[in-house]
């Protein structure tokens, strides 16, 4: 059984700063991306910030200068951290994690979500 257990968010004023986390565990082997996605108009989730396992990163051009994706590849964990945060960047995150179990395919398994609130 693999699950990624996300925390962080919250409630924060525009300008302010907030830091996501998400854990993966269970029966991994290997971890390709992970990343993080957000709902955007006309899409279920959008890319907001993805990292390779070889600490490559790559961001949505709204979030770009202002979110930092990193991971601790010991611990199966990547986090956002997140600046200068503005009333639409407003939604609920999703982390994502593109892995496999011994003898298993790759696959994509999502976080729960976690809601940020920005205010005006």
Avoid: H
């Amino acid at each position: 059984q693999v699950q990624l257990v996300q925390s962080g968010g919250g409630l924060v004023q525009a300008g302010g700063s907030l830091r996501l986390s998400c854990a993966a565990s269970g029966s991994i082997f290997s971890i390709n991306d992970m990343g993080w996605n957000r709902p955007a108009p006309g899409k279920q989730r959008d890319l907001v910030a993805t990292i390779t396992n070889g600490s490559n990163t790559k961001y949505a051009d709204s979030v770009k200068g202002r979110f930092t994706i990193s991971r601790d590849n010991a611990q199966n964990t990547v986090y956002l951290q997140m600046d200068s945060l503005k009333p639409e960047d407003t939604a609920v995150y999703y982390c994502n994690a593109n892995l496999r179990s011994r003898g298993t395919p790759y696959f994509d398994y999502w976080g729960q979500g976690t809601q940020v609130t920005v205010s005006s």
